[in-house]
């Protein structure tokens, strides 16, 4: 025989193995990481995830050292004559057997803390049992791989017990060591991969998710076939080991390597959450379907919700969403359609669970055809879940819950209602989930745009005076915490008109309940503008009446006249009146004389716009409402001054004040908005001087109102915040109030007028940004500080998106006003906040 081992040379296997597992080990690991840093969630198995690879770096290169320098193994029958007696590869051998255990242990730990907060709150016998065993597991790789480590780290003389065997005493075996690693290595490994199968089995999934999931197992299983298979190389005599006794050093070491990077692999795509969370949102819940609906059972631990909600509280320690094991989108839909909200939501009915895809348009064919919403366009993937929830023996609410599979922020949205109406803004819902917001609305505790419902029937008004709202907050963060697995981070409200008082209601009443409130054109001092709006009817009369003023006249006439009074106090003639403060409007100008016998108005209609333009008060002078803006006539006639009974306010006396539904409009006077005000019906008034409670915890206000609002005057948000400020000079810092120019109620108009304030054409083209949007801007206050000090307002060509931009403008921090500076009025930079 020659002086040392000349036989085949098997280490390029092992350098190929070595350095493909460790490069793939390596970019799944970073990316990983990469990810969850970014995300801010890293956890226990992430950290002991990098400490394993890092460790199994090191061991590659203990291992590699000795075959790249001599390429050969490490006994020194395989290494030349002159360096048989050097410490290099002694070393290298020493620490290639520290590193291992230390590695394998480490590994498998982070697989085990994986289990550990899968199985954190076990609901079925199947997981509690998995959860004990992965326990006692963790209690093995502790005991033996930190026994295992220190053992070949400080055995007597175990370089030379290993190479010369020529050590007496009680120094450990080391082949028989060997072969004890070996079977501890096997006995872990099986299982890591056993844990899992019984809570597995009990979601009675055959479906592909679960294949997907097995892919996994199989890896498990190959790692540890790994392991067996070095037990038999070391420990059963065989033809290779007769003929050469150092046979399996560079096999065994392959083997070694494969064993260690399959589970650093394995470890990795474990921990991403999809393939976990399919398999595992099944544990406590399954599904069974009709053609109509979809029933959940559950266990009597809890809901489905529960499991949901401790998956998505391992987010934190584990899992990162990825695609490499189950697609989004089908998880997404699993846990939509299996979650079970009537658990949560005490004495609610299910009316609707659905998934629907991006694109899909919704046929609302159970919507009230008074709401005039018969469909709605749907831009992300999203869970909608619809109860009715009782608020008393006479009442319940309908509402709905748009929860989308990209949650962004952590963010939560309520939405108002318009009028004095029941109806959920479909329309915000989906402006609210396009932009990541799990997003609320519920029907104001009635259906429909009348006020018929409230007759005798105090508990609705209740409702809609706030409680309907709360309640479904209240309902949407319970439902929210249970299907993603927490809490909201930041709470926000977007309402106006009717819900613009619904947010500061909720500001005055519940400052708990949000964090941003955007109120816009808010009815507040509610029932004199109920009274305000009832007086117009009783002065204009009916198109029969001797001097009705025609619908055409105001449109044309009337409106062209405010215009030419009111439009150039700006500086620029544009159809929009830019401060509305200097505008008071003379209708004498249209009366009939010699001079003007024809286009002109009689003295009695002048009387009535004289009547129309000024502030209401009570006979003795006392104010009851602001006056109407100028320049609201082109919208106005459709409602105020339209010769019919204002209807919101018709109700509103009828239903509410009188429960008299003969009450005749055109007896409207004084005394009857007195007493709507006296009784103030759940205080529905919403007037208040101060907000103490939502400042004191940092709440957000932000309201804006149209110049040329054809419902609510502007001039009342401006006497509301102006109340407010009286009381508070530092009411900035957290209400801030902004005048749109060239805007009618909440949407449309001349001017640009486009703030992203709603769903549909208000949010159509505008980009999500503190600046050009209200709700972003309501986003970078609360979560940033950034304080809006400004709105840029878009005006679409024929307010159309899709034609283009005609211009925009930026609207002042009230009370600051736009003046025109020179040159293009269409350019912001024309314009300045003084």
């Known amino acids: 025989m020659s002086d040392y081992y000349q036989g085949p040379n098997n280490s390029a296997k092992l350098k190929a193995v070595t350095l493909t597992l460790l490069a793939s080990a390596t970019i799944l690991v970073i990316w990983r990481i990469s990810w969850r840093l970014s995300k801010r969630v890293i956890g226990l198995p992430d950290y002991l995830l990098m400490l394993g690879l890092s460790l199994s770096i090191c061991l590659a290169g203990f291992n590699l050292d000795p075959y790249f320098r001599w390429g050969y193994g490490y006994h020194k029958d395989d290494l030349p004559p002159d360096i048989q007696k050097a410490l290099?590869?002694?070393?290298?051998?020493?620490?290639?057997?520290?590193?291992?255990?230390?590695?394998?242990?480490?590994?498998?730990?982070?697989?085990?803390?994986?289990?550990?907060?899968?199985?954190?709150?076990?609901?079925?016998?199947?997981?509690?049992?998995?959860?004990?065993?992965?326990?006692?597991?963790?209690?093995?790789?502790?005991?033996?791989?930190?026994?295992?480590?220190?053992?070949?780290?400080?055995?007597?003389?175990?370089?030379?017990?290993?190479?010369?065997?020529?050590?007496?005493?009680?120094?450990?075996?080391?082949?028989?060591?060997?072969?004890?690693?070996?079977?501890?290595?096997?006995?872990?490994?099986?299982?890591?991969?056993?844990?899992?199968?019984?809570?597995?089995?009990?979601?009675?999934?055959?479906?592909?998710?679960?294949?997907?999931?097995?892919?996994?197992?199989?890896?498990?299983?190959?790692?540890?076939?790994?392991?067996?298979?070095?037990?038999?190389?070391?420990?059963?005599?065989?033809?290779?080991?007769?003929?050469?006794?150092?046979?399996?050093?560079?096999?065994?070491?392959?083997?070694?390597?494969?064993?260690?990077?399959?589970?650093?692999?394995?470890?990795?795509i474990m921990t991403m959450r999809p393939c976990f969370q399919v398999v595992f949102s099944g544990i406590a819940t399954t599904v069974t379907s009709?053609?109509?609906?979809?029933?959940?059972?559950?266990?009597?631990?809890?809901?489905?919700?529960?499991?949901?909600?401790?998956?998505?509280?391992?987010?934190?320690?584990?899992?990162?969403?990825?695609?490499?094991?189950?697609?989004?989108?089908?998880?997404?839909?699993?846990?939509?359609?299996?979650?079970?909200?009537?658990?949560?939501?005490?004495?609610?009915?299910?009316?609707?669970?659905?998934?629907?895809?991006?694109?899909?348009?919704?046929?609302?064919?159970?919507?009230?055809?008074?709401?005039?919403?018969?469909?709605?366009?749907?831009?992300?993937?999203?869970?909608r879940i619809a109860l009715q929830i009782p608020t008393s023996k006479r009442s319940s609410i309908s509402f709905e819950l748009w929860l989308p599979s990209d949650w962004k922020g952590s963010r939560y949205l309520a939405t108002g209602n318009g009028g004095i109406d029941g109806c959920i803004k479909y329309e915000d819902l989906a402006y609210g989930t396009t932009n990541g917001f799990a997003t609320m609305g519920t029907n104001n505790g009635h259906n429909g745009t009348t006020g018929i419902t409230m007759l005798n029937n105090p508990e609705i008004i209740k409702d809609f005076s706030y409680r309907a709202l709360h309640t479904g907050t209240r309902s949407a963060k319970k439902l929210i915490k249970a299907f993603y697995g927490k809490k909201p981070a930041h709470n926000y409200y977007l309402g106006c008109s009717l819900g613009g008082r619904m947010g500061i209601k909720a500001a005055e009443k519940y400052p708990k309940d949000y964090d941003g409130i955007v109120a816009g054109c808010p009815a507040v001092d509610f029932n004199n503008l109920q009274g305000q709006r009832a007086m117009f009817y009783p002065i204009t009369r009916s198109a029969d009446s001797p001097n009705y003023i025609p619908i055409d006249t105001w449109k044309g006439l009337i409106h062209d006249e405010v215009l030419r009074q009111c439009d150039k106090i700006d500086g620029v003639e544009d159809g929009i009146i830019e401060v509305p403060d200097k505008c008071f409007f003379?209708?004498?100008?249209?009366?009939?004389?010699?001079?003007?016998?024809?286009?002109?108005?009689?003295?009695?209609?002048?009387?009535?716009?004289?009547?129309?333009?000024?502030?209401?008060?009570?006979?003795?002078?006392?104010?009851?409402?602001?006056?109407?803006?100028?320049?609201?006539?082109?919208?106005?006639?459709?409602?105020?001054?339209?010769?019919?009974?204002?209807?919101?306010?018709?109700?509103?006396?009828?239903?509410?004040?009188?429960?008299?539904?003969?009450?005749?409009?055109?007896?409207?006077?004084?005394?009857?908005?007195?007493?709507?005000?006296?009784?103030?019906?759940f205080d529905i008034r919403t007037y208040p001087q101060e907000l103490p409670k939502f400042k004191k915890r940092g709440g957000k206000l932000l309201s804006y109102h149209g110049g040329q609002d054809n419902q609510i005057t502007q001039f009342n948000t401006q006497r509301f915040w102006n109340r407010m400020y009286s009381a508070?000079?530092?009411?900035?810092?957290?209400?801030?109030?902004?005048?749109?120019?060239?805007?009618?109620?909440?949407?449309?108009?001349?001017?640009?007028?486009?703030?992203?304030?709603?769903?549909?054409?208000?949010?159509?083209?505008?980009?999500?940004?503190?600046?050009?949007?209200?709700?972003?801007?309501m986003v970078a206050w609360v979560e940033k500080g950034q304080a809006p000090a400004s709105l840029t307002g878009t005006k679409f060509i024929n307010d159309t998106a899709t034609n283009g931009i005609d211009f925009q403008r930026k609207h002042c921090l009230y009370p600051k006003t736009q003046a025109y500076i020179g040159g293009n009025p269409k350019k912001t930079s024309s314009w300045q906040c003084r």
Request: hydrophobic share 40%; net charge positive.
């Open 586 to 681: 003379n209708p004498k100008t249209l009366q009939c004389s010699p001079r003007r016998p024809k286009n002109c108005l009689n003295a009695a209609q002048v009387a009535q716009l004289q009547k129309i333009y000024a502030p209401y008060t009570y006979p003795n002078g006392k104010l009851i409402f602001p006056r109407m803006n100028p320049g609201n006539e082109l919208q106005a006639v459709s409602k105020l001054i339209s010769g019919t009974p204002f209807s919101y306010s018709e109700d509103w006396f009828r239903y509410v004040v009188y429960n008299d539904p003969s009450w005749d409009a055109s007896t409207y006077n004084t005394n009857d908005v007195r007493k709507a005000d006296e009784l103030n019906p």
């Open 88 to 268: 290099t590869p002694k070393i290298c051998f020493w620490l290639n057997q520290v590193f291992f255990k230390a590695t394998a242990g480490v590994i498998k730990l982070s697989i085990c803390t994986i289990y550990m907060n899968i199985f954190s709150k076990p609901v079925l016998l199947s997981t509690r049992i998995a959860r004990y065993a992965n326990f006692a597991l963790m209690g093995i790789i502790i005991a033996y791989y930190t026994g295992g480590t220190l053992v070949s780290t400080f055995q007597c003389n175990p370089i030379r017990k290993a190479w010369q065997g020529d050590l007496d005493g009680t120094c450990i075996d080391n082949t028989k060591f060997r072969v004890a690693n070996a079977y501890i290595n096997s006995f872990t490994s099986v299982l890591l991969v056993l844990i899992p199968f019984p809570a597995l089995l009990s979601t009675g999934h055959r479906s592909k998710e679960i294949w997907q999931f097995l892919f996994l197992i199989a890896l498990g299983l190959a790692h540890t076939a790994c392991a067996v298979v070095r037990v038999v190389m070391i420990y059963v005599p065989n033809e290779g080991a007769a003929t050469d006794p150092h046979w399996y050093n560079t096999t065994p070491n392959t083997l070694a390597m494969a064993e260690i990077f399959t589970a650093v692999i394995v470890s990795t």
């Open 290 to 383: 009709t053609s109509r609906t979809r029933r959940t059972k559950v266990d009597s631990s809890g809901v489905l919700a529960s499991t949901a909600s401790q998956i998505r509280r391992s987010d934190r320690q584990g899992f990162m969403s990825t695609v490499v094991c189950h697609d989004d989108y089908r998880e997404f839909r699993h846990r939509c359609l299996a979650f079970n909200p009537t658990r949560l939501i005490n004495n609610s009915t299910l009316t609707r669970q659905e998934f629907v895809s991006a694109g899909t348009t919704l046929q609302l064919s159970d919507n009230v055809p008074t709401c005039n919403r018969a469909s709605q366009a749907v831009t992300v993937d999203l869970c």
């Open 728 to 777: 508070d000079n530092d009411l900035q810092d957290y209400y801030r109030y902004f005048r749109m120019s060239g805007m009618f109620h909440c949407n449309s108009g001349p001017g640009a007028w486009a703030v992203g304030q709603g769903g549909g054409a208000p949010a159509a083209g505008i980009p999500f940004d503190p600046q050009h949007n209200v709700l972003a801007a």
